[in-house]
């Protein structure tokens, strides 16, 4: 069982700067791919970034390819995003999530989920 607690959003005018953090409450955090999926009004949940257990593999979205970046720290057990020149469209609730087998960019594939913390960009 991983318990999964997003934080590091906010409001920020388009071209600015955010980081969002995951903490992970597990003894294992090494043991499982992770990745951030966004969720728009009215849209549906969309993936944005996936890191493999090491740290070596990674994979963004072409939409976010260039300006977002995901991370891990096992020994902190985190999960960051990254996410610089943000626009207005990248407003969105930002889910972090946990699977123990290979990493994927289909959100049902996820066993664990976070709360999700909230971003908005203005224009």
């Known amino acids: 069982q991983v318990q999964l607690v997003e934080s590091g959003g906010g409001l920020v005018q388009a071209g600015g700067s955010l980081r969002l953090s995951c903490v992970a409450s597990?003894?294992?955090?090494?043991?499982?791919?992770m990745a951030w999926f966004r969720q728009a009004p009215g849209k549906e949940r969309e993936f944005v970034a996936t890191?493999?257990?090491?740290?070596?593999?990674?994979n963004h979205a072409d939409s976010v390819k260039g300006r977002f970046t995901i991370s891990r720290d096992n020994a902190k057990n985190t999960v960051s995003l990254q996410m610089n020149s943000l626009k207005p469209e990248d407003t969105a609730v930002y889910y972090c999530?946990?699977?123990?087998?290979?990493?994927?960019?289909?959100?049902?594939?996820?066993?664990?989920w976070g709360q999700g913390t909230q971003v908005t960009v203005s224009s």
């Open positions: 999530a946990a699977r123990e087998s290979f990493p994927s960019t289909f959100g049902g594939a996820y066993d664990y």
């Open positions: 597990s003894r294992t955090f090494s043991d499982y791919y």
């Open positions: 890191i493999s257990r090491t740290g070596s593999f990674t």
